[in-house]
């Protein structure tokens, strides 16, 4: 079985800056991508962005580009969300999702992130 462990989340005020972690293990964890998503409360599941694990190619929503960042350690199987120039409307609970195609096989259990004005 495989888990995705997202990591890293918290309080800061507008304008900082945080990075959270997502790792994933278990036997065998294949994945043409992994992708961050965010649930603010009374919200939908929103798209944030994502990385394909063989190139390192990144892909971000236009609420967050320019401020937010995904890298990937390979050899760990990891992945990081930079984000900087954290605005209130940042708040929200992040996840992390392993995408096999079009499919998304696996889910992290999120992680809070709370930006105060």
């Known amino acids: 079985q495989v888990q995705l462990v997202e990591s890293g989340g918290g309080s800061v005020q507008a304008g900082g800056s945080l990075r959270l972690s997502c790792a994933a293990s278990?036997?065998?964890?294949?994945?043409?991508?992994m992708e961050w998503f965010r649930q603010a409360p009374g919200k939908e599941r929103e798209f944030v962005g994502g990385?394909?694990?063989?190139?390192?190619?990144?892909y971000y929503a236009e609420s967050v580009k320019g401020r937010f960042t995904i890298s990937s350690d390979n050899a760990k199987n990891t992945v990081y969300l930079q984000m900087d120039s954290l605005k209130p409307e940042d708040t929200a609970v992040y996840y992390c999702?392993?995408?096999?195609?079009?499919?998304?096989?696996?889910w992290g259990q999120g992680t809070q992130v709370t930006v105060s004005s």
């Open positions: 999702a392993s995408k096999l195609g079009r499919n998304y096989v696996y």
């Open positions: 278990g036997r065998t964890f294949i994945a043409n991508a």
């Open positions: 990385i394909f694990w063989n190139t390192g190619y990144s």
